[in-house]
């Protein structure tokens, strides 16, 4: 019953005072420090083992101080910067790849696993062949994907589409599997019909784990999409690592890397908000636990 | 003054001859055996016997949650369910209070309440909220309808879901265990207030607990039933007047009905604790 917010009560907080309150808390404890450290600690064991020390095989890996020199650089010896255009193309390019075939996935993925869940006769006719398909890893696609679809980006769109899908299907039927009995019989005690019991019980009951499979598919969406790009396709940052690799640029692979990791990390956290704001009952709920 | 003297005439439940078989590992179990109980029109009738016995298989039964094997029941003289027709259709006549409690944790406590109304259409949910709200001060609930069931205490949850039940005007409410899960004090608190509630609004209500001071507190009528099949054993009739407070826990009375109910009770505890012993 979602009904058009009533005037705001005493007892009642809005979504943005909730998100302030919790991000003002995450910043004051020790984590953000912890954080910085684990960075720290990180990008220096990797100077001194391919810089300082030049140890073993790390002496063939780029070091973190010539990677930046070249990512800051506004004549980049490679050609590839924050300065250069063709940067942020590659960028786009993988970005909203990304952002298509997660629209798919999510788009199909998530009714596909609400009725997975929530009808049996439908789980037993098609579960044993999603099964089937989901283990065949995305790189066994490739030849299948350049073959059916025409043009650079449709077979990478199909293949970042294709594990991401998977990702969401599955946690959205662990979702409706995880509904405790009781919610859908207290509807249908209280007049709720079929439909009515889906909508107001099955799809917020299982919105925790879609959320949760949301972020695990927007992870995989990035990895496959590298490993497709890597084989297909003329922009986008896979293509970057690779030809990068061919063209003996080795700083900008790790640019391409790095830039890989950070883009993802912002991705999967926006679904976090997304799903925090989408849910308000769970983060009240585990807001108090922290206070208790 | 009595209660039952003035009580609605609806929410009468007759159980005939029920059976209910089903099938388990282990093979057949007979849960229920030819039971047959008559619950009177606005009494409110406690359901007593030990683990497992089966009366929650009744109370699924009379809710609609599964069908019966056998026999007939019949909600002020409707079939509900019987020969022809081995399920009954859960509705808002007879809404249950469940074990651990079924607020919908994604909806405030006031969405809840006012959640059955509107999804049958009987009431737009302006007027749906109205009606939730009145119904939510009336049992001590006000400052708590923009809460989310998982923000406020276990006491408060279980009076807010008795709410939401009475706000379809159930001719029964059936509660199955409902306290069990509170501390001995709010359990306390929580009796007092269903009484309040229940002298308010005139229902019939179907109360299944293995609390014998709970039973003989709340009940008109307390059923002993039998471990497994479950039948009825013994029917004591609770002939202290109602409104009742808890003062009557200390009186002679309640003392004596007290005794006699354990009695009875206790020899049906044994026979499942030696057959729960055979089963494993």
């Given at each position: ?34 954080m ?20 073993w ?15 800051f ?25 990304v ?67 998977y ?118 709920e ?7 | ?36 109980l ?30 019966i ?65 009145g ?32 706000m ?20 306390s ?23 014998l ?35 009557v ?13 354990v ?11 030696e ?6």
């Amino acid at each position: 019953m979602a009904e058009g917010k009533p005037a705001t009560s005493a007892g009642e907080i809005g979504a943005w005072a909730m998100f302030m309150y919790r991000y003002s808390k995450a910043l004051r404890s020790p984590t953000p420090y912890l954080m910085l450290a684990g960075f720290a600690l990180f990008f220096g064991a990797w100077f001194l083992l391919s810089e300082v020390f030049r140890f073993w095989r790390f002496a063939s890996l780029p070091g973190p101080r010539q990677v930046l020199i070249e990512w800051f650089n506004p004549n980049p010896v490679y050609g590839m910067s924050l300065y250069t255009p063709d940067y942020y193309m590659h960028i786009w390019m993988s970005l909203r790849r990304v952002l298509i075939a997660f629209a798919i996935a999510t788009g199909l993925g998530v009714p596909f696993g609400l009725f997975l869940g929530w009808s049996k006769v439908y789980r037993e006719f098609t579960f044993p062949v999603f099964e089937t398909l989901r283990p065949i890893p995305v790189l066994a696609w490739v030849p299948l994907a350049i073959v059916m679809f025409r043009g650079d980006e449709t077979p990478v769109i199909f293949l970042t589409t294709l594990a991401s899908f998977y990702a969401t299907a599955l946690n959205t039927m662990l979702g409706v599997q995880s509904i405790d009995p009781s919610f859908p019989r207290a509807a249908a005690c209280l007049g709720a019909s079929k439909w009515q019991i889906f909508r107001h019980i099955i799809v917020p009951g299982a919105l925790p784990f879609i959320f949760t499979g949301l972020q695990i598919s927007v992870g995989v969406a990035w990895f496959s999409l590298v490993a497709a790009e890597m084989v297909s396709g003329e922009y986008g940052l896979g293509y970057l690592i690779n030809s990068s690799y061919v063209n003996v640029q080795y700083p900008v692979i790790l640019i391409g890397m790095i830039s890989v990791g950070i883009v993802g990390y912002a991705s999967s956290a926006l679904v976090r908000l997304a799903g925090d704001y989408m849910m308000q009952w769970r983060v009240r709920e585990l807001a108090l636990g922290e206070g208790r | 003054m009595n209660a039952r003297a003035q009580a609605a005439t609806k929410g009468a439940i007759r159980i005939q001859n029920v059976d209910k078989v089903y099938y388990a590992r282990e093979g057949a179990v007979q849960a229920v055996s030819d039971c047959s109980l008559d619950i009177r029109a606005g009494e409110i009738c406690m359901i007593v016997g030990p683990s497992g016995c089966g009366k929650t298989t009744l109370l699924n039964a009379i809710a609609g949650f599964h069908d019966i094997t056998g026999g007939a029941i019949h909600l002020d003289g409707e079939l509900l369910c019987g020969p022809g027709k081995p399920q009954a259709e859960p509705g808002p006549d007879r809404v249950v209070v469940f074990q651990n409690g079924a607020l919908f944790p994604w909806k405030t406590n006031l969405e809840n309440v006012a959640f059955g109304p509107v999804v049958q259409g009987k009431l737009g949910k302006a007027e749906a909220r109205d009606k939730a709200l009145g119904l939510m001060a009336d049992a001590g609930l006000s400052g708590t309808e923009h809460n989310y069931p998982g923000e406020v205490s276990s006491g408060t949850r279980r009076r807010v879901e008795i709410v939401r039940a009475l706000m379809n005007d159930p001719k029964v409410l059936l509660l199955d265990e409902p306290f069990r899960a509170l501390d001995s004090l709010t359990k306390s608190v929580m009796h007092e207030a269903l009484l309040e509630i229940y002298y308010k609004n005139k229902v019939t209500i179907f109360f299944i607990t293995h609390d014998l001071e709970e039973a003989i507190f709340l009940g008109h009528r307390v059923a002993i039933m039998t471990t497994r099949p479950c039948k009825p054993k013994k029917i004591l009739e609770v002939d202290i007047p109602h409104p009742r407070n808890y003062g009557v826990l200390t009186s002679p009375r309640f003392r004596s009905l007290m005794e006699e109910t354990v009695n009875a009770v206790h020899e049906e505890a044994v026979k499942a604790f030696e057959a729960g012993e055979k089963e494993m």
